[in-house]
């Protein structure tokens, strides 16, 4: 199953200059559809440090001990979204959305945090049972919301 992204299928030959995207997932389960939404990112930036063998090499012992990979992320084809809901196991994956792609800009995760707070709560996400999401940022959750 691929993303769709504004009613057609995504799939870029190269996301380099895209950082990440908002999504919502559609689940089914007796007849019932339940949504999930969240945030992805194209490409994983780790952080790995030099051997010991290279640090030796090195002249300037003033720079830091690590550098940083940068690898494409698992958007494509594996990832179901990080919905730890149990309810879930038993529901059918029926389609893939893609809200908004944020491209590559100055304080884009800044951009991409907010967008995702701002779809979860114009969706209502935590007091509408339909939506599988349990908080949104890790400060409000799922069932402490009365009003």
């Given at each position: 199953?691929n993303?769709?992204?504004?009613?057609?299928?995504?799939?870029?030959?190269?996301?380099?200059?895209?950082?990440?995207?908002?999504?919502?997932l559609?689940?089914?389960?007796?007849?019932?559809?339940?949504?999930?939404?969240?945030?992805?990112?194209f490409?994983?930036?780790t952080?790995?440090?030099?051997?010991k063998?290279?640090?030796?090499?090195r002249?300037?012992k003033?720079?830091k001990?690590?550098?940083?990979?940068?690898k494409?992320?698992?958007w494509?084809?594996?990832?179901?979204?990080?919905?730890?809901?149990?309810?879930?196991?038993d529901?059918i994956?029926?389609?893939?959305?893609?809200?908004v792609?944020?491209?590559?800009?100055?304080?884009?995760?800044?951009?991409?945090t907010y967008?995702?707070?701002?779809?979860?709560?114009?969706?209502?996400?935590?007091?509408?049972?339909?939506?599988?999401?349990?908080?949104?940022?890790?400060t409000f959750?799922?069932?402490?919301?009365?009003?």
């Open positions: 199953m993303w769709i992204y504004k009613g057609e299928e995504f799939n870029p030959e190269d996301v380099s200059n895209l950082y990440g995207f908002i999504y919502k559609t689940y089914e389960y007796d007849d019932k559809e339940f949504y999930y939404i969240g945030k992805k990112v490409n994983n930036r952080k790995k440090y030099y051997t063998k290279e640090m030796l090499l002249t300037d003033r720079l001990n690590y550098y940083y990979v940068t494409e992320s698992d494509k084809h594996k990832y179901l979204g990080s919905c730890k809901d149990e309810r879930i196991k529901m994956l029926v389609e893939k959305e893609m809200l792609v944020i491209p590559f800009e100055t304080d884009c995760a800044v951009n991409h967008c995702e707070v701002k779809h979860l709560v114009v969706n209502d996400v935590l007091t509408d049972n339909r939506y599988l999401n349990s908080n949104i940022g890790g959750f799922r069932g402490k919301i009365k009003y």
